[in-house]
């Protein structure tokens, strides 16, 4: 029994996940444990009577040799340290006690370094660890005691009383002294005086303990001294082991295995140990936690009784129920397993088996490791819903999306069935985040998540896309019917009013969608995912608030449109734009004062009209490079004029929306004048009457800005967009600009009422009025008779080149070359 004890203690020391050893004098090994081959890629046997240097290597004995000095001159030592494995660098901590002979000397010392890498970065688990020590104190069957640096006991734990025979109580009456063998209170105070002095950080020695009764007990004691944050001795840290009943022969065996107990109860993953026949031999403290057995209760009964295991699929679903293997080699079972404990209630585990043998190799055994892994996959699983999912709306995110569909159209394919393809875009979410706060508009996403999950199927889709956009996936779709109803449905749910808690007044935005049909619209994700982005295009540039199904005259329309964006890209970085000046002429008495830079886009040869690209450049915002090359170009061209015919001409520009809502504008448009010597007074902003409809706080400080400077304002093509008398007293709009959609249709009744107000609201406001689009004598004549200020139009003069323009302006009468002058004054 004695034998089969002791191979037991040493199967179990060779599976501890630490080196365990023994070092005499000579620093050669007379003892190691398996994990020896893990670390240094030595079998144990070849380990024996090699010395330190040659195992570790030259650079990890550099760092502990000092530490194996120390130790054979009696000094137990524990460190921590870096050292090299084959595996690479681990950080460790070490153990070393000095065994000494009868008479006193150290003749070789006990080793024991476990590797804390994970340490440093697992803080929770130091917590845990902490936790279980405060646990461990009381329920560990080694001798624990807190002790005053005067000596009196101020805790103590059962086992310490067991082995002393006194109560807890009557413990804390006394002192170390007063139990301590008279023989042995010397070299203990010694001890203890070094240890206060701060000689030594920590002492082990054996002595002897009165018990109660009388009679001596022997024991290992391990000593170390704590301190407060100021280097104040606070108490001392006991642990004692009682070795008075063992045989000199089983002394080694007895540490080593009291060892190795302290570390199994210290450890947080569960080990359980079995004998040949598969039956429990012991489980330690965090086995006992997790399996819901007593060592006690588990000892004797079979392993399949005590540790039973649940192997689940992916979903979870549990596929079997049963053991761990224990065959002749280590197995490691850690995906998907789950530990059901005695109550009825699992833990998802990671599990290490592996067999126990005797010296001769047989099997005799076997130990199992379990390791609770709950937080780590819950945190997993957690890691993988954010990966997949919006963290705002708890929708699918685009990833999931494109997997989805990749999967509908699969099946789509094998059954012959159909799949829709709806994304979609708030309209207005922009105003809520700036009226209400981004808060409030997180909380509208929230809301329209909700309404969109109710317009679908369970099997459907709803991924949030990005920002103000979604997307929705219709599986087993045939026609556009289907899709179109849960279009209309989508509409009319985010149409409805929104009542966000936190305001008092209700919330209104729209959606618009566009959507694509597999197979007719295309056979791949892709392909689908980009026709429903065409369709959305085409919606929110006639309109929003609609739906709208993918057509191959909207393909048409987008590869016009990719083609005219990469043109204007190659213009924007080759110059290859051209500005044309058409004249605006003052009716009464008809003479210019000033022309209107109109910027043209040429392409092999041919000019293209701003109609064609304006639109692409806004949407694609190249018009803001485009808008400064032709403020600059005005610059200089009024810099080119000076001391011509045409010095001291006007001359308007279109600025965009966006430019104009930069920051940078003013004080750039204020840089390039200055470079060029032009006063601001020579130009004139145009700017649209759409920019105006809500205008940005900082819109309206721009203009006031660039009014106080000296440039002018003229409101283009007035009357087309949401005209405003508001933004009309408020902003410095010096000039209204009648579009020409209305000077063409005032020879009809209705089109003369328009023109006629627009001319009576430019009086009443004191307001320039400019009439656009002039093209015949019965249009100038009917503007002239209702005292329209001034037009522009190919009647009056057609655009042209700067280097024409004055050339241009002669032939239509409007001013006299240098040649005509000089004929007039002679």
């Given amino acids: 029994m004695a034998e089969a004890s002791k191979l037991l203690g040493m199967s179990i020391l060779n599976n501890v996940p630490a080196l365990m050893g023994y070092v005499d004098r000579q620093e050669r090994y007379l003892f190691t444990n398996n994990t020896y081959r893990e670390w240094y890629g030595v079998e144990p046997q070849e380990v024996l009577g090699r010395t330190v240097r040659e195992i570790l290597g030259e650079a990890n004995y550099a760092a502990i040799k000092p530490f194996i000095e120390r130790v054979l001159a009696g000094e137990p030592i524990v460190y921590e340290q870096t050292l090299m494995t084959v595996a690479g660098p681990r950080f460790v901590q070490g153990s070393y006690s000095p065994d000494r002979s009868e008479d006193g000397s150290v003749r070789g010392f006990f080793v024991l370094v476990s590797d804390i890498s994970q340490r440093r970065t697992l803080e929770l688990r130091l917590k845990e660890s902490e936790m279980r020590f405060s646990g461990a104190f009381e329920t560990s069957g080694v001798g624990m005691a807190l002790v005053s640096p005067e000596g009196r006991f101020l805790q103590v734990n059962r086992a310490y009383c067991a082995m002393m025979g006194y109560t807890a109580e009557e413990l804390a009456r006394l002192s170390f002294q007063d139990i301590t063998h008279p023989d042995d209170l010397a070299a203990d105070l010694r001890a203890v005086s070094a240890m206060i002095a701060g000689e030594r950080s920590a002492h082990t020695a054996e002595k002897r303990y009165i018990h109660k009764r009388g009679h001596e007990v022997h024991a290992i004691v391990s000593a170390s001294l704590a301190r407060d944050a100021q280097g104040a001795p606070l108490h001392f840290v006991a ?24 570390t199994l109860r210290s450890i947080g993953d569960g080990v359980l140990t079995t004998d040949v026949n598969g039956c429990v031999t012991s489980l330690n403290p965090a086995a006992e936690s997790m399996t819901g057995w007593t060592s006690d209760e588990a000892v004797g009964r079979p392993l399949h009784e005590v540790l039973r295991i649940a192997f689940c699929g992916e979903d979870g679903q549990i596929l079997c129920i049963g053991s761990l293997p224990l065959g002749s080699d280590p197995a490691w079972l850690g995906r998907n397993t789950m530990l059901l404990r005695r109550d009825g209630s699992a833990i998802p585990v990671e599990e290490t088996a592996a067999p126990i043998r005797d010296r001769a190799g047989a099997i005799v055994g076997g130990v199992l490791v379990l390791h609770d892994v709950t937080e780590q996959r819950a945190l997993t699983s957690q890691l993988a819903h954010l990966a997949h999912h919006d963290p705002l709306t708890g929708l699918a995110n685009r990833t999931l999306f494109k997997s989805r569909l990749d999967q509908a159209l699969a099946r789509a394919r094998s059954v012959g069935t159909g799949v829709a393809v709806l994304f979609g875009d708030l309209d207005r979410l922009k105003l809520v985040n700036d009226t209400l706060g981004h808060s409030m508009g997180d909380r509208l996403l929230e809301e329209v998540a909700k309404r969109l999950r109710a317009c679908v199927r369970e099997g459907d889709t709803v991924c949030r896309w990005a920002g103000d956009e979604f997307g929705i996936l219709l599986p087993d779709v045939t026609d556009e019917v289907a899709a179109a109803a849960v279009a209309e449905r989508v509409i ?27 197979p007719r619209d295309g056979a791949d994700s892709a392909t689908l995912m980009q026709a429903a982005d065409v369709a959305l295009y085409e919606v929110k540039r006639d309109g929003k608030g609609s739906y709208r199904f993918f057509s191959q005259a909207m393909h048409e329309q987008v590869r016009e449109r990719t083609d005219t964006e990469a043109m204007l890209r190659q213009a924007v970085r080759t110059n290859a734009f051209e500005l044309h000046y058409q004249p605006r002429v003052l009716l009464l008495p008809r003479r210019v004062v000033a022309v209107e830079a109109l910027v043209r886009l040429r392409s092999a040869d041919i000019l293209i009209a701003p109609s064609r690209f304006i639109r692409i450049a806004e949407e694609t915002g190249l018009i803001v490079p485009i808008g400064w090359w032709v403020i600059e170009q005005v610059c ?5 004029w000076k001391g011509t015919i045409l010095d001291g001409v006007r001359v308007s520009l279109n600025v965009s929306a966006m430019q104009i809502r930069r920051s940078d504008f003013y004080p750039a448009l204020r840089a390039l004048t200055e470079r060029y010597g032009i006063d601001p007074a020579q130009i004139e902003l145009e700017i649209t009457e759409s920019s105006l409809v809500e205008p940005e706080p900082g819109v309206a400080v721009c203009l006031n800005l660039l009014k106080e400077a000296g440039f002018s304002m003229a409101l283009d093509d007035f009357g087309t967009g949401y005209s405003s008398f508001a933004y009309l007293n408020r902003l410095p709009i010096d000039t209204l600009k009648i579009d ?18 627009i001319l009576a609201l430019g009086r009443a406001l004191g307001k320039k009025v400019v009439a656009e689009g002039v093209e015949t004598r019965e249009q100038l004549a009917w503007l002239e008779a209702r005292g329209c200020d001034e037009a522009q139009g190919f009647l009056l003069c057609p655009p042209a080149v700067a280097q024409d323009l004055p050339r241009a302006l002669a032939a239509s009468g409007l001013i006299r070359t240098e040649p005509e002058r000089r004929r007039s004054a002679s």
């Fill in 239 to 262: 642990q004692v082991q009682n070795i008075t009943d063992r045989k000199v022969a089983e002394e080694r065996l007895f540490r080593e295995h009291e060892l190795s107990q302290v």
């Fill in 492 to 518: 009319a749910a985010i149409g409805e009013t929104f009542h966000l808690k936190g305001i008092g007044q209700p919330v209104h935005v729209g959606i618009s969608l566009g959507a694509s049909l597999f």
């Fill in 636 to 640: 200089r061209q009024l810099q080119q």
């Fill in 740 to 757: 020409r959609s209305f000077i063409r249709e005032v020879g009809s009744s209705q089109g003369a009422v328009v023109v006629e107000a």
